[in-house]
Protein backbone atom coordinates (compact mmCIF):
# COMPACT_ATOMS: atom_id res chain seq x y z
CA UNK A 1 0.00 0.00 0.00
CA UNK A 2 1.18 3.66 -0.74
CA UNK A 3 3.05 4.95 2.68
CA UNK A 4 1.90 8.56 1.54
CA UNK A 5 -1.46 9.85 0.10
CA UNK A 6 -1.62 13.49 -1.39
CA UNK A 7 -5.14 15.28 -1.55
CA UNK A 8 -6.52 16.06 -3.95
CA UNK A 9 -5.04 14.78 -6.60
CA UNK A 10 -5.33 17.47 -9.04
CA UNK A 11 -7.20 20.88 -8.31
CA UNK A 12 -8.49 23.72 -10.85
CA UNK A 13 -8.73 27.20 -9.13
CA UNK A 14 -9.00 30.64 -9.96
CA UNK A 15 -6.14 33.11 -10.31
CA UNK A 16 -5.98 34.73 -7.02
CA UNK A 17 -8.08 31.80 -5.12
CA UNK A 18 -5.99 30.36 -1.76
CA UNK A 19 -5.79 26.67 -2.41
CA UNK A 20 -3.81 23.78 -0.03
CA UNK A 21 -2.84 20.61 -0.79
CA UNK A 22 -2.14 17.33 1.65
CA UNK A 23 0.07 14.91 2.50
CA UNK A 24 -0.58 12.07 4.91
CA UNK A 25 1.28 9.33 6.15
CA UNK A 26 0.63 6.02 7.21
CA UNK A 27 3.41 6.05 10.05
CA UNK A 28 5.60 8.47 11.83
CA UNK A 29 8.53 10.22 9.40
CA UNK A 30 11.51 11.60 9.79
CA UNK A 31 11.82 14.40 7.57
CA UNK A 32 9.24 15.63 4.89
CA UNK A 33 10.32 17.45 1.68
CA UNK A 34 7.47 19.62 -0.99
CA UNK A 35 8.56 19.71 -4.49
CA UNK A 36 7.24 21.46 -7.50
CA UNK A 37 7.25 19.60 -11.16
CA UNK A 38 6.68 21.43 -14.28
CA UNK A 39 4.91 18.82 -16.52
CA UNK A 40 7.77 16.38 -17.54
CA UNK A 41 10.74 18.04 -16.24
CA UNK A 42 12.91 17.95 -12.93
CA UNK A 43 11.49 18.82 -9.40
CA UNK A 44 12.10 21.84 -8.08
CA UNK A 45 12.59 21.79 -4.02
CA UNK A 46 10.70 23.99 -2.24
CA UNK A 47 10.74 23.24 1.63
CA UNK A 48 12.21 20.65 3.97
CA UNK A 49 10.42 19.80 7.46
CA UNK A 50 11.30 17.93 10.09
CA UNK A 51 10.20 19.35 13.46
CA UNK A 52 6.55 18.13 14.46
CA UNK A 53 5.08 21.35 14.36
CA UNK A 54 7.33 22.93 12.38
CA UNK A 55 5.91 25.82 9.43
CA UNK A 56 7.81 27.34 7.05
CA UNK A 57 7.02 29.93 4.34
CA UNK A 58 8.53 31.29 1.05
CA UNK A 59 6.90 33.91 -0.87
CA UNK A 60 3.18 32.47 -1.03
CA UNK A 61 3.94 29.15 -0.16
CA UNK A 62 3.55 27.97 3.34
CA UNK A 63 3.79 24.27 4.72
CA UNK A 64 3.57 23.01 7.78
CA UNK A 65 4.23 19.53 9.56
CA UNK A 66 1.84 18.42 12.50
CA UNK A 67 3.27 17.51 15.98
CA UNK A 68 2.82 13.91 15.16
CA UNK A 69 4.92 14.27 12.15
CA UNK A 70 2.27 12.22 9.99
CA UNK A 71 0.56 14.90 8.16
CA UNK A 72 1.78 18.10 6.35
CA UNK A 73 0.06 20.60 3.83
CA UNK A 74 1.26 23.36 1.64
CA UNK A 75 -0.99 26.37 1.41
CA UNK A 76 -0.79 28.70 -1.55
CA UNK A 77 -2.08 32.08 -1.27
CA UNK A 78 -3.24 34.31 -3.84
CA UNK A 79 -2.44 31.92 -6.65
CA UNK A 80 -1.10 32.52 -9.83
CA UNK A 81 -0.28 31.27 -13.14
CA UNK A 82 3.12 30.30 -12.47
CA UNK A 83 2.19 28.13 -9.38
CA UNK A 84 0.59 25.72 -11.64
CA UNK A 85 1.95 21.90 -12.00
CA UNK A 86 2.72 18.87 -10.32
CA UNK A 87 3.15 18.98 -6.45
CA UNK A 88 4.95 16.49 -4.58
CA UNK A 89 5.82 15.29 -1.22
CA UNK A 90 8.46 13.24 -0.06
CA UNK A 91 9.29 11.70 3.11
CA UNK A 92 12.00 9.70 4.62
CA UNK A 93 10.89 7.51 7.64
CA UNK A 94 14.22 6.30 9.04
CA UNK A 95 16.85 9.11 10.49
CA UNK A 96 19.74 9.75 8.79
CA UNK A 97 18.59 8.73 5.26
CA UNK A 98 18.04 10.17 1.82
CA UNK A 99 15.97 7.35 1.08
CA UNK A 100 12.48 9.04 -0.03
CA UNK A 101 9.22 7.55 -0.70
CA UNK A 102 6.96 10.06 -2.63
CA UNK A 103 3.46 11.09 -2.23
CA UNK A 104 0.85 10.48 -5.30
CA UNK A 105 1.16 14.10 -6.48
CA UNK A 106 -1.29 16.91 -6.49
CA UNK A 107 -1.73 18.15 -10.29
CA UNK A 108 -2.62 22.07 -9.94
CA UNK A 109 -4.36 24.27 -12.87
CA UNK A 110 -4.50 28.03 -12.43
CA UNK A 111 -6.78 29.63 -14.29
CA UNK A 112 -5.72 33.45 -15.27
CA UNK B 1 22.23 23.76 -3.48
CA UNK B 2 23.84 22.32 -6.73
CA UNK B 3 23.00 22.98 -10.19
CA UNK B 4 22.57 19.02 -12.30
CA UNK B 5 22.61 18.58 -16.00
CA UNK B 6 21.15 15.75 -17.81
CA UNK B 7 21.89 14.17 -21.31
CA UNK B 8 20.09 13.65 -23.38
CA UNK B 9 16.81 15.22 -22.46
CA UNK B 10 14.58 13.00 -24.66
CA UNK B 11 14.71 9.89 -26.83
CA UNK B 12 12.89 7.90 -28.80
CA UNK B 13 14.28 4.21 -29.01
CA UNK B 14 13.79 0.89 -30.00
CA UNK B 15 12.83 -2.27 -27.92
CA UNK B 16 15.77 -4.53 -27.75
CA UNK B 17 18.60 -1.34 -27.98
CA UNK B 18 20.14 0.02 -24.90
CA UNK B 19 20.46 3.52 -23.87
CA UNK B 20 23.05 5.16 -21.07
CA UNK B 21 21.78 8.63 -19.97
CA UNK B 22 24.66 11.11 -17.92
CA UNK B 23 23.92 13.18 -15.01
CA UNK B 24 26.62 16.18 -14.00
CA UNK B 25 26.76 18.07 -11.30
CA UNK B 26 28.06 21.11 -10.46
CA UNK B 27 30.29 20.60 -7.63
CA UNK B 28 31.28 17.38 -5.71
CA UNK B 29 28.45 15.41 -3.86
CA UNK B 30 28.47 12.28 -1.99
CA UNK B 31 24.92 10.83 -2.51
CA UNK B 32 23.44 10.96 -6.08
CA UNK B 33 20.61 8.73 -7.05
CA UNK B 34 18.43 7.46 -9.83
CA UNK B 35 15.06 7.44 -9.74
CA UNK B 36 12.04 6.57 -12.30
CA UNK B 37 8.89 8.52 -13.02
CA UNK B 38 6.51 5.79 -15.41
CA UNK B 39 3.61 7.67 -16.75
CA UNK B 40 1.31 9.22 -14.81
CA UNK B 41 2.90 8.45 -11.22
CA UNK B 42 5.54 9.13 -9.00
CA UNK B 43 8.72 8.71 -8.10
CA UNK B 44 10.75 5.75 -7.53
CA UNK B 45 14.37 5.26 -7.06
CA UNK B 46 16.15 2.07 -8.75
CA UNK B 47 19.74 3.03 -7.12
CA UNK B 48 22.17 5.20 -5.08
CA UNK B 49 24.84 5.21 -7.32
CA UNK B 50 27.80 4.83 -4.63
CA UNK B 51 31.50 6.56 -5.59
CA UNK B 52 34.17 3.71 -6.53
CA UNK B 53 31.72 0.96 -5.94
CA UNK B 54 28.69 -0.68 -7.17
CA UNK B 55 25.54 0.97 -7.11
CA UNK B 56 23.14 0.09 -4.52
CA UNK B 57 20.00 -0.97 -5.92
CA UNK B 58 16.16 -1.08 -4.33
CA UNK B 59 13.70 -3.96 -4.89
CA UNK B 60 12.53 -4.56 -7.89
CA UNK B 61 15.98 -3.51 -9.88
CA UNK B 62 19.20 -5.27 -10.83
CA UNK B 63 22.26 -4.29 -12.07
CA UNK B 64 21.63 -6.43 -15.64
CA UNK B 65 18.80 -3.89 -16.62
CA UNK B 66 20.18 -0.71 -15.01
CA UNK B 67 23.94 -0.83 -14.36
CA UNK B 68 25.11 2.55 -13.36
CA UNK B 69 28.50 4.16 -13.02
CA UNK B 70 29.96 6.61 -10.65
CA UNK B 71 33.84 7.07 -11.56
CA UNK B 72 34.05 10.25 -9.48
CA UNK B 73 31.62 12.97 -7.07
CA UNK B 74 30.20 14.88 -10.36
CA UNK B 75 29.16 12.37 -12.61
CA UNK B 76 27.07 9.70 -12.81
CA UNK B 77 25.52 7.16 -15.70
CA UNK B 78 22.48 5.32 -15.84
CA UNK B 79 22.24 2.37 -18.57
CA UNK B 80 18.99 1.29 -19.16
CA UNK B 81 19.09 -2.19 -21.13
CA UNK B 82 17.21 -4.17 -23.46
CA UNK B 83 14.81 -1.89 -23.49
CA UNK B 84 10.73 -2.86 -23.72
CA UNK B 85 8.26 -0.15 -24.11
CA UNK B 86 7.78 -0.38 -20.27
CA UNK B 87 10.89 1.19 -20.05
CA UNK B 88 9.19 3.89 -21.31
CA UNK B 89 9.51 6.90 -18.34
CA UNK B 90 11.45 9.48 -17.24
CA UNK B 91 14.54 9.34 -15.32
CA UNK B 92 15.57 11.55 -13.13
CA UNK B 93 18.77 11.84 -11.12
CA UNK B 94 19.16 13.37 -7.57
CA UNK B 95 21.63 14.79 -5.45
CA UNK B 96 22.42 15.13 -1.48
CA UNK B 97 23.60 18.24 -0.43
CA UNK B 98 21.89 19.42 2.40
CA UNK B 99 22.16 19.01 6.31
CA UNK B 100 18.51 18.42 6.37
CA UNK B 101 18.81 15.53 3.96
CA UNK B 102 17.14 17.42 1.22
CA UNK B 103 17.93 16.31 -2.64
CA UNK B 104 17.96 17.78 -5.34
CA UNK B 105 16.92 16.78 -8.52
CA UNK B 106 18.04 17.38 -12.40
CA UNK B 107 15.47 17.86 -15.07
CA UNK B 108 15.05 14.43 -16.39
CA UNK B 109 15.28 12.50 -19.44
CA UNK B 110 12.16 11.30 -21.00
CA UNK B 111 12.49 8.77 -22.81
CA UNK B 112 10.15 6.50 -25.20
CA UNK B 113 10.92 2.52 -26.42
CA UNK B 114 8.58 1.77 -29.27
Known amino acids: SQELEQSPQSLIVQEGKNLTINCTSS?????LYWYKQKYGEGLIFLMM?????EEKSHEKITAKLDEKKQQSSLHITASQPSHAGIYLC????????????FGTGTRLKVLA | SAVISQKPSRDICQRGTSLTIQCQVD?????MFWYRQQPGQSLTLIAT?????????ESGFVIDKFPISRPNLTFSTLTVSNMSPEDSSIYLC???????????FGPGTRLTVT
Open chain 2, 94 to 104: SVGTGEGYEQY
Open chain 1, 27 to 31: KTLYG
Open chain 1, 49 to 53: LQKGG
Open chain 1, 90 to 101: GADFTSGTYKYI
Open chain 2, 27 to 31: SQVTM
Open chain 2, 49 to 57: ANQGSEATY
